[in-house]
């Protein structure tokens, strides 16, 4: 595939109109119609099925798609590194990273670093845990801090730091005068806890496993401050880091009971792809995160 057709297939096919497409590519929609034609011809196969208007891709679209994504990757991955050896201290560091995390550990690790190397900047994506995991993964992201380690392969790993874990519950709630609590003597009231695919309820899910109980989810949310909001509303317990405790401005936030379970902590770390080699500006990030951690 020649390189001037990445970027027009990908955009079609995600987002599967001609016309948007040609909106976003600023072409006109019969040249993209043959654009797209012309690739189908060359290739011998159609990529797309049609639904009046709408584009989808089939299945022999659908491996195209996943070849061309890789193609885009390897190629832009190649611009930054021929940047870094023309002015190596510059370059841009794309960091994909947990909600939770922007609050404190985002904003030290990225001004620690900056002070040291001012000419390379910085790209932030926040999300869930496993989204930030496929984004490393795909090459959209040249690192990941996520917290529990992910379960998948092709992965580097380093922990940062890690975490207490505490028991986050209502001021009035009857183990909020406890100096420790154990995760089963919470096991029949309602969690509020994030959704599945998230690091933290990942973690809540290991934990209350081993204290051999399910969790009663009687809400969710993305957001480590909302879930702490929620607790302090009376709406439920939660388990929230003692470091990273939200706060929700003026109104008295959740008791936080420290938990007393084996392996009750949250760890950290910073994840890259194991079969990418780094650009020069990502190289020198992340010696500067497995630095800091040793503070």
Sequence with gaps: MPSDDLHWFLTLAERERVGAAADQLHLAQPTLSRMLARLEHRLGVRLFDRHGKRLTLNASGRVYYEHARRAQAELDAARRELADLVNPAAGVVRLSFLHSFGARIVPDLVAGFRRGSGRITFSLRQDAAEVVTAQVLDGDADLGLVSPKPAVAGLGWRTLLRQRLALAVPADHRLAGRRQVRLAEAADTEFIAMPTGFGMRRILDDLCAAADFRPRIGLESTDLVTVAG???????????PMEEAPVRGPQPGPVLVPLADPGAVRAAG????????PTDAVGRFRDFAFDWSQR
Aim: charged share 0%.
């Design 270 to 277: 910073l994840i890259w792809s194991a079969a990418a080699a």
């Design 230 to 240: 929620l607790v302090a509303a009376g709406l439920g317990v939660a388990l929230l």
